[in-house]
């Protein structure tokens, strides 16, 4: 076979050949005489040749011998010795698909499991590919392999070499992957995966799993029996973060973000992150003391942050965020503080600051918000600029088989979703495992995306140390109990190569275990103690809110001038943008009256203003959610779309050049996007981040990320942020899902000043609490119940001045009232009731009432301002006092202000009615008709009536 013909055959246009195939198809007759000839003896092959021409360029050479023959046969040369016989073409083809097979689906038989488990698949077993051809072909030599950048060989020789590259102890899915640059650049990339690695690089990788295991038998026999969630078995995803870390600092970056779960997190934090192994077993010896803050959290749930040297001397800031036991929910955490590293430090370049995350296999599998946080990685709010995953697959989840855990064949099959790469790899591969890792940072920082790593290996011990997994995993554990520990492993391949002595190796874990036991002496005896985690940089430099530095009146007035001058900005309209007209009318135009004082300033302005006012004071606005451009109820429009060409104009960005506004659109996600948020705000303290939802009552989807971090983060493990949370809530008949925003379930979590609880009903409320965030020297979580129909009411409209001079104010007493004498009853309420309440006064059926009743609003529930509701109490003393409110009475704010009135020092002998809902297990009726009835009676019995009522 000629090489020339050989290398023509595999160039043309792929697309012109199979036009003329199908018109032969059509009629063979309507093709040249050459192309019948061919077409007829080789119509399998050819339509393989076309069908592949797709997955690779080398198969055009294939087809453009095809016109060669063409030239030739028209010519009416003697072309026997030129041309491809049928049979040679049809075996080139069949050679040429096996590789793109094998290439694509060898993975199924890939030998990556170190209990050497009966194969899945056996289609791409060597043996079984060899039964597909003769003898006779399997002696030929063929040059297909070229598509895999192999040499010439017998067809014998190609079929051994693809089952070593791709079904050996790694192997690889690119298939899936739309782009065929992408997929050409991982199949080149993955062939240098086979290269050796430095004698140099070894050492320092032997060295690291060697401290590995030190580490947790140190802890092992100091602390017998006690709950470390132990790495072993899964050794090698350190050296993994190192090799992947170095490779970065190589490309440029400058800081990398770890996550990973409870397992192996305590050897992360020592050896990774570089958390001091002295401070570590202080937390082991537990023993409290007056300096900790809150109540503190266990040792494998902790985060840390430090400068550290990667194997070839480059500088690198690490860090590892705190996580509870929730598995997967640090993923979105660590992706918000990814992008908040980037933006905040590097103008948003994503390769300075790169993340990798290291997942269980039953976890990347079943949790839903692996799904969330894998499709933000294209999203323009969300971005990192790829992030690399990395699964420690020890095949048992808790006590699970993977039989019990997952359809999918992978656990990794979540990649596929976002077209990502996925390697299959054996644990005790350490070199190659070093070259698969130095790929994933070159592939981050080429293409932008996630990548995955299927790391199959397998857990030592339980669920816990404590826990017997033979009660469960018989077969299993009697196999990892005669497995080497992944040291002595590597160990043992180094020393056969003879770049290593045994003894030298085997001496370097003797030497770690022997400092680490002296550093366990130092702590007991000179009795270290515990120290909290101090964050770096902006969010080092927070004070410590207290309960009653919350209640201290903070000043948040802005000047009348610059206040004009920033509403004049946000409305300005740039020439040649489209306004939708209703917009134009409803919007733009009753702003700018709002602007110059002509109209009263409503919700969404005073919401606009405060941004502004805060950008022209040089910090960060970052405003996510679903449709949070427009608002769900169309009052914020902070980001205008024109009408005509679809391009998008944000008045807010004008404001100040160097601070950066963002108003995200966000997937439809819950978890996900709060946990991403939540990551966001605890690096960026200087930035007021707010996410919306777009009904109150879908934060239920984010319930985890509430309890777990806003709620306790602070307490748990003394990390300050200020994340706003901006829920729509009031019961208006639309029914028990957009209703309620749960505030009893918040106010259930509120204790030790620990976040602000808000139900405000004025723009200017809303101004001074927004601005009052960043104005402390501390951070809080802030979660607002915000309005829905009443967002245009006449009643949540403020002054400019208001604005400008006001302030935020914890209560709102009646401002009708001008003799308390009279005043019979205090109606004490929250939220929209209390418009509902007043629009009956003004009614001609209740204005009699209207100076007997006192309507006193609670807008920040918690903390509660108690010496200004005894002092309400105190002016209205001739009056009895209510609760009202329209949720239900198990729901809602009735349980949590009984409590706090009732049983709070100033309030003895006080009474508190109630009137509203009955106690009810869902939120809100379902007819209209019958949340009305019920409305109306609620507004009669609060008006009317002297005695506590329930409907």
């Known amino acids: 076979m000629s090489q020339d013909i050989f290398s023509d055959i595999y160039q043309t246009n792929s697309g012109y050949v199979d036009e003329i195939f199908q018109r032969y198809q059509e009629n063979p007759k309507s093709v040249g005489l050459e192309w019948q000839a061919f077409f007829s003896g080789f119509q399998v092959g050819f339509s393989t040749a076309s069908s592949l021409s797709t997955q690779s360029d080398h198969y055009l050479h294939l087809l453009d011998a095809l016109s060669q023959q063409k030239k030739i046969i028209g010519q009416n040369q003697n072309t026997q010795g030129n041309i491809l016989s049928g049979a040679q073409i049809e075996f080139e083809l069949r050679c040429a698909q096996l590789v793109v097979d094998w290439r694509a689906f060898g993975h199924l038989n890939a030998k990556v499991n170190p209990f050497s488990v009966v194969q899945k698949d056996a289609h791409y077993h060597p043996e079984f590919v060899k039964g597909r051809f003769t003898s006779l072909e399997l002696a030929q030599k063929t040059k297909a392999g070229m598509i895999a950048n192999m040499p010439e060989m017998t067809l014998n020789e190609l079929i051994e070499a693809l089952g070593k590259k791709y079904s050996g102890t790694v192997s690889a899915e ?21 290269l050796p690695v430095d004698k140099d690089t070894q050492l320092k990788i032997y060295q690291e799993l060697a401290k590995t295991d030190a580490l947790e038998k140190t802890i092992a026999t100091k602390y017998v029996g006690k709950k470390r969630f132990s790495i072993e078995g899964a050794d090698a995803q350190i ?68 400068i550290q040297t990667t194997r070839n001397g480059y500088k690198m800031s690490v860090s590892m965020p705190f996580n509870p036991s929730h598995l997967e929910y640090v993923d979105s955490v660590v992706m918000g503080e ?19 995350v290291f997942h269980g296999d039953a976890a990347v599998a079943g949790q839903g918000i692996v799904f969330e946080v894998a499709q933000m990685m294209n999203l323009e709010g969300y971005r990192v600029g790829g992030t690399v995953h990395v699964v420690a697959n020890n095949q048992v989840g808790f006590t699970t088989d993977p039989v019990d855990s997952r359809s999918s064949t992978y656990c990794t099959d979540v990649a596929k979703v976002t077209g990502s790469p996925v390697i299959h790899i054996h644990c005790d591969e350490i070199d190659l495992l070093h070259n698969v890792m130095t790929l994933c940072a070159r592939y981050r920082a080429k293409f932008k995306k996630d990548i995955y790593i299927d790391l199959v290996c397998f857990r030592r011990y339980g669920h816990n140390e404590a826990d017997e997994p033979t009660f469960t995993q018989p077969l299993m554990y009697k196999k990892i109990k005669e497995m080497p520990s992944p040291y002595e492993s590597y160990g043992n391949y180094l020393s056969s190569t003879g770049k290593f002595q045994l003894e030298e190796l085997k001496s370097i874990h003797k030497d770690y275990r022997s400092e680490m036991n002296k550093v366990y002496d ?39 001038e610059i206040l004009k001058d920033l509403a004049h900005k946000i409305t300005l309209i740039e020439q040649d943008f489209h306004v939708n007209t209703k917009l134009a009318r409803i919007i ?114 984010a319930q985890v990320i509430i309890d777990q971090f806003l709620a306790a983060g602070e307490t748990k493990w003394a990390q300050q942020q200020g994340l706003v949370l901006l829920l729509p809530h009031g019961l208006e008949g639309m029914g028990p899902e957009h209703s309620s925003a749960r505030p009893e379930r918040f106010l259930q979590l509120c204790a030790e000043g620990n976040m602000q609880v808000c139900c405000l009903t004025s723009g200017s409320q809303l101004f001074h609490v927004l601005r009052r965030q960043l104005h402390r020297s501390y951070r809080k979580p802030l979660v607002i119940m915000t309005p829905k129909s009443f967002l245009r009411s006449p009643w949540a409209c403020s002054s400019l001045d208001d604005l400008a001079q006001g302030c935020f104010k914890e209560l709102l007493d009646d401002a009708r009232i001008d003799d308390a004498t009279k005043v019979e009853k205090v109606l004490f309420c929250s939220g929209k009731i209390a418009f509902d309440l007043l629009d009956a006064l003004e009614q001609e059926t209740y204005k009699a009432y209207a100076e007997k009743i006192a309507i006193v609003r609670i807008e920040q529930l918690y903390p509660l301002a108690h010496e200004q509701v005894l002092s309400v109490v105190s002016r209205y003393s001739n009056a009895k006092l209510f609760w009202v409110q329209e949720e239900p009475k198990n729901m809602g704010y009735w349980t949590y202000i009984f409590e706090e009135l009732i049983t709070h020092h100033a309030f003895e002998n006080l009474k508190l009615h109630y009137i509203g809902r009955s106690k009810r297990p869902s939120p809100a009726v379902g007819l209209d008709k019958a949340h009305q009835t019920e409305q109306e009676k609620i507004i009669h019995h609060a008006l009317a009536s002297l005695n506590s009522y329930e409907v």
Not at 242 to 257: H, I, P, V
Not at 340 to 356: D, F
Not at 547 to 557: F, V
């Open 338 to 356: 990814t992008r908040a590293r980037q933006q905040l430090y590097y103008s948003g370049e994503t390769s300075k600051v790169v993340s990798i």
């Open 588 to 701: 733009v135009q009753a702003r700018q009256a709002m602007a110059k004082g002509q109209e009263p300033v409503d919700w969404g302005m005073a919401e606009l203003l405060a941004y502004a006012s805060l950008a022209s004071e040089g910090y960060s606005i970052r405003l996510a959610g679903e449709d949070v451009q427009r608002g769900t109820f169309s009052h914020r429009h902070a980001t205008l779309v024109d009408a005509e060409n679809g391009s998008k104009y944000t008045a807010l960005e004008t404001i100040n050049p160097n601070v950066k506004i963002e108003f995200i659109n966000s997937l439809l996600s819950e978890e996900g996007a709060l946990g991403f948020e939540y990551g966001y705000t605890i690096t960026h303290p200087n930035c007021l981040t707010l996410w919306e939802g777009q009904f109150g009552d879908f934060v239920n989807g």
């Open 174 to 194: 690119f298939s899936h992957i739309e782009k065929q640059e992408e997929r050409e650049w991982l199949y080149q990339e993955y062939e240098s995966i086979f």
């Open 522 to 560: 130092k702590v007991v005896q000179e009795k270290i103690k515990i120290k909290q985690f101090h964050p770096l940089r902006l969010a080092g430099e927070l004070s410590r809110g207290t309960l009653d530095d919350m209640l201290q009146p903070i000043n948040t007035k802005i000047s009348i």
């Open 239 to 306: 050296t993994a973060c190192n090799s992947f870390m170095d490779e970065c600092a190589k490309l440029g970056a400058q800081e990398c973000t770890v996550a990973i779960a409870h397992r192996g997190r305590l050897n992360f934090l020592v050896n990774v992150i570089g958390k001091p192994l002295e401070l570590l077993l202080a937390e082991w010896e537990g023993k409290p003391h007056d300096g900790l803050l809150g109540d503190t959290d266990v040792k494998y749930h902790f985060g840390y942050e430090s």
